[in-house]
């Protein structure tokens, strides 16, 4: 029969400690139902049933080692280990409770279910269906509401124990040392002002020994030297305290910054030996020159460069380098800047050039264009007997001769007669103009 009161080992507080090896890989937590695979590898039972249902059933690998194994052939662990686990010490599930028991782990659940007093059963009243503690089954039906006499606050009588000695702030304490009754509350700002209090020197982080009542307490203070130094003691671990800090995150800086160097030169070594092995597949050496032998190789070759001090030695002129070749690629970096600015100057002066060459070229063809248009207007003979828009007829055409002059006009009888002012036609010149221009 199962029992309604199940202890979860997972949540044991071990009172013994216990090897690692005993550690379920899941759970970090001694083996329960220990199984052992194909592999060695052992794993508390429910864990490696989550494992399992976690994969996919094509997959069969061992959480730990991942290795193929067959599940189904699991054995149980040797009974050697299951020994060692289920004799460790642990305290009782209900210790926070009140339970001071310590014992066996493979005894828990026994413990639990028969003999601890703050395992909750059922009430012994036959109308009530609500669960006691086992020490208060005795004490009949406790789920009737009662209230606390300091505190007044209304709670089942079954929980009254633990409120008042634990949850009332209003109960009546007496101190132990002055003998006085303080409210729950006021302990902590009683046990401060005391008189009759036992309480160690403040230099007793510092090796002082002495003890005694408050007011026996002041006079040893004026002469205690590790009492005046305390202060300055104080001051001064802060500050340890502080630069152990720093110091603890510059090494982890300098471990980052060394992996990153690391890195770093992997990178650049394998790189260089790419390089030198595409050079010398390409490169074929003279038939009369002989390859070098190792040795020559060897005694050829420069020495090697003294070991560094310290490490520390080593990472600052890693980190000399580094600044140095940063310093090199932003010149560089710089260089190619200016270079493309003024190439984008020279550029763009070059196109204004070219622009205002171009300007003044459409400037002379309109020019020249203008000129040719005029000039065909001008030249262009008029049709005989045609309207004259404005002008002279054929028949009152200048004459141009000695004894003519410019602005006369000869008629049929040989008679002279003034020449009208001749006047354009907007609408007709226009019409003219683009009629008239030849096509290009």
């Known amino acids: 029969m199962a029992s309604t009161n199940e202890v979860d080992l997972r949540l044991l507080d071990y009172v013994s400690s216990f090897d690692k090896n005993l550690m379920c890989p899941i759970c970090h937590c001694p083996f329960i139902n220990g199984i ?35 599940f189904k052939a699991a054995q149980r662990a040797p009974r050697a280990i299951v020994q060692m686990v289920d004799e460790l010490k642990a305290l009782c599930p209900h210790h926070k ?17 028969k003999y601890c007093d703050w395992t909750e059963v059922k009430c012994s ?68 002002r005391c008189l009759e209090a036992i309480r160690p020197c403040a230099g007793v982080l ?13 006079e040893h203070l004026k002469t205690c030297p590790l009492a005046a130094l305390a202060p300055f003691l104080k001051a001064q671990n802060d500050r340890l305290s502080l630069q152990e800090a720093s110091i603890e995150h510059l090494r982890r800086k300098n471990d980052i910054l060394e992996g990153g160097l690391s890195s770093v030169q992997a990178a650049l070594n394998s790189s260089n030996e790419q390089v030198s092995s595409a050079f010398f597949s390409s490169a074929q050496p003279p038939a009369s020159i002989s ?3 190792p040795t020559s190789l060897h005694t050829t070759a420069p020495a090697e460069t003294p070991a560094f001090d310290s490490a520390t030695h080593y990472l600052l002129l890693l980190h000399e380098s580094l600044r140095e070749e940063v310093g090199r690629v932003s010149t560089a970096v710089s260089d190619l800047d200016a270079k493309s600015s003024m190439m984008i100057i020279n550029e763009s002066l070059r196109m204004k050039d ?36 404005g002008g002279p007829s054929s028949a009152q055409r200048p004459v141009v001769g000695p004894s003519n002059s410019i602005g006369r006009t000869t008629n049929s009888l040989g008679a002279s007669a003034p020449q009208p002012i001749r006047r354009s036609n907007s609408s007709n010149t226009s019409s003219t103009m683009i009629g008239d221009i030849p096509r290009l």
Not at 151 to 176: I, S, T, W
Not at 206 to 218: F, I, N, P
Request: hydrophobic share 30%; with cysteine.
């Open 36 to 70: 052992r695979l194909d592999c060695d590898h052992i794993f508390c039972k429910k864990c490696i049933d989550q494992a399992l249902e976690s994969q996919s059933k094509s997959v069969n690998d061992c959480p730990s080692c991942r290795t193929n194994v067959n």
């Open 97 to 113: 409770e009140g339970c001071q028991a310590i014992l066996a782990r493979v005894d828990v659940q026994d413990h639990v279910d």
């Open 125 to 192: 009243a036959q109308d009530c269906h609500l669960a006691v503690l086992r020490k208060d089954a005795s004490r009949g039906c406790l789920h009737s509401t009662v209230s606390c006499t300091d505190c007044n606050m209304d709670l089942m009588e079954k929980d009254l124990e633990v409120h008042q000695f634990v949850h009332c702030k209003q109960r009546r304490l007496q101190c132990p040392d002055c003998g006085s009754e303080i409210i729950r509350r006021e302990v902590l700002a009683h046990s401060l």
């Open 206 to 218: 510092y090796g002082c020994t002495y003890q005694s009542k408050r007011a026996e307490l002041d």
């Open 291 to 293: 390859p070098a032998s």
């Open 354 to 389: 070219d622009m205002a060459h171009t300007t003044a070229a459409i400037n002379s063809l309109r020019m020249q264009m203008h000129w040719l248009v005029s000039s065909r207007l001008h030249g262009q003979p008029r049709p005989a007997g045609g309207p004259s828009f």
